[in-house]
T-cell receptor
Framework: DADVTQTPRNRITKTGKRIMLECSQT?????MYWYRQDPGLGLRLIYY???????NKGEISDGYSVSRQAQAKFSLSLESAIPNQTALYFC?????????????FGPGTRLTVT | QKEVEQNSGPLSVPEGAIASLNCTYS??????FFWYRQYSGKSPELIMS????GDKEDGRFTAQLNKASQYVSLLIRDSQPSDSATYLC??????????FGAGTTVTVRA
């Protein structure tokens, strides 16, 4: 079974709709992250959470919000989707107790806003 | 100024050759460096991490780090068609933030 799962895997929505992307992990990691990936721009950090009570904005948080429902669950919401939010979205986790603190990624959600 | 820069590519190499990927970073305080492989439409997969100057080898992959020059590289020896992917360089810049380069796309010609 995958350690980091994301739902849905693909989503097409219309401009102005609210949408939620969900991430779950069984790795037992405290830290979770949301990234978006656009062609030629690499991965950009949207939000990150060090634990259930700690949520922080990343470099491109405008238009997004998050909720950390439990250690294992971290959701990303687009309150009113717009076409330039069309991208590939990845959730990731890490364990700060591990030297180097590598991040492990979920399979991604391909979001299209029409 | 971008924090992590990669040679833009794309890079095309014949099967069996060495693919050489380069990455520079801006923060001299960076301590941890990573190479991720990403197949088209898939998630990044960690293939190498390196923390100290010098070379680190894992199978056909060798990562090289030179902190004085702020340079990290990845060599893929005996390249195979299955190595065709985009390779992402990443570095920790502080306690939490992992900054990624834009990636270099490698194509291995059979």
């Amino acid at each position: 079974d995958a350690d980091v799962t994301q739902t849905p895997r693909n989503r097409i929505t219309k401009t102005g709709k609210r949408i939620m992307l969900e991430c779950s992990q069984t790795k037992g990691h405290d830290r979770m992250y949301w990234y978006r990936q656009d062609p030629g721009l690499g991965l950009r950090l949207i939000y990150y959470s060090f634990d259930v009570k700690d949520i922080n904005k990343g470099e491109i948080s405008d238009g997004y919000s998050v909720s950390r429902q439990a250690q294992a669950k971290f959701s990303l919401s687009l309150e009113s989707a717009i076409p330039n939010q069309t991208a590939l979205y990845f959730c990731a986790t890490s364990d700060p107790r591990v030297a180097g603190e590598e991040q492990y990624f979920g399979p991604g959600t391909r979001l299209t806003v029409t | 100024q971008k924090e992590v820069e990669q040679n833009s590519g794309p890079l095309s190499v014949p099967e069996g050759a060495i693919a050489s990927l380069n990455c520079t970073y801006s923060d001299r305080g960076s301590q941890s460096f990573f190479w991720y492989r990403q197949y088209s439409g898939k998630s990044p997969e960690l293939i190498m991490s390196i923390y100290s100057n010098g070379d680190k080898e894992d199978g056909r992959f060798t990562a090289q780090l030179n902190k004085a020059s702020q340079y990290v590289s990845l060599l893929i020896r005996d390249s195979q068609p299955s190595d065709s992917a985009t390779y992402l360089c990443a570095s920790h810049f502080n306690d939490y933030k992992l900054s990624f380069g834009a990636g270099t796309t490698v194509t291995v010609r059979a």
